[in-house]
């Protein structure tokens, strides 16, 4: 009698358990969803950013994954409101990726497992990341009321913000803010590169010249794929426009297309993009 009831409490166990992974995991998308992620990230790696945007934007994906590359690539891809689209569709940090691999009956026990599995997710600032689309798509007056919403300032992004609304006395009260908190680094990149911003909104060309090329990172000379210069180099191809020369904008454009073929600004500057 005890045998039965032991095995009655086994099956109906499974079967419980069973209901719940069909429930919480409907036709194995989560697992499905991993492979894509795989080829997504092979794509990546090959510069193929068509197919891993195709593969990273998923579904279950962009809920649960926190694709931080999906981001960058919509944006840099110009493809805005696709961006806004996949970082609004986040709900909550879940790692179901390390299941994946298990045959039916270890992918079951992972997955319940997984179910009461602590995760220690990053943080996720939406707010700023919706700031960001809005930003690089020229909406600056959405970006900023993103930004307010945020917990915490970052004050070189605020300089960015406020001088691309032509607001130079907040933009440089966060210029302070933001100086500080570099002056002691010897990486000083990224503080000269905003520098050059707010002198170039200003049209104070000959500064935001001198502080772009100083913000130009010397990893370019040493790996030809290097990308980590493009933004400066989208910006003093702006300032040459400007300068009304046409030739040095045209160069630093090409620059850019020539690591990362996919940027929408730099296309656009060198007239393939279609309107």
Avoid at 21 to 26: D, G, T
Avoid at 239 to 245: R, V
């Amino acid at each position: 009698m005890l045998k039965k009831v032991l095995l009655s409490f086994v099956l109906v166990l499974i079967f419980l358990c069973g209901a719940v992974f069909y429930l919480v995991n409907p036709n194995d998308q989560q697992y499905k969803s991993y492979y894509k992620e795989l080829i997504a990230l092979e794509s990546f790696d090959k510069g193929d950013m068509e197919s891993f945007v195709d593969n990273m934007n998923n579904p279950v994906t962009v809920k649960y994954h926190m694709p931080f590359s999906l981001y960058l690539a919509l944006i840099n891809m110009g493809r805005y409101d696709e961006a806004y689209k996949a970082i609004n569709a986040y709900v909550k940090y879940y790692d179901y990726s390390f299941c994946a691999p298990h045959k039916i009956g270890m992918k079951l026990f992972c997955r319940i497992t997984n179910m009461f599995w602590s995760v220690n997710a990053p943080d996720f600032d939406k707010n700023y990341w919706l700031s960001l689309v809005a930003f690089e798509k020229g909406d600056y007056k959405t970006a900023i009321d993103y930004n307010l919403k945020r917990e915490k300032q970052n004050a070189c992004y605020n300089v960015k913000l406020y001088s691309a609304i032509e607001n130079f006395e907040l933009a440089d009260e966060n210029l302070k803010e933001c100086e500080k908190k570099f002056f002691e680094k010897k990486n000083k990149y990224n503080l000269y590169q905003t520098m050059g911003y707010f002198y170039l909104k200003q049209n104070k060309l000959k500064a935001a010249e001198d502080y772009l090329t100083r913000s130009v990172r010397k990893s370019s000379k040493k790996d030809s794929s290097y990308k980590g210069n493009n933004t400066t180099y989208l910006l003093l191809a702006e300032l040459y426009e400007k300068l009304n020369n046409q030739d040095k904008a045209r160069d630093y454009y090409e620059k850019v297309i020539k690591t990362d073929p996919y940027n929408y600004k730099a296309q656009k500057g060198l007239g393939l993009v279609s309107e």
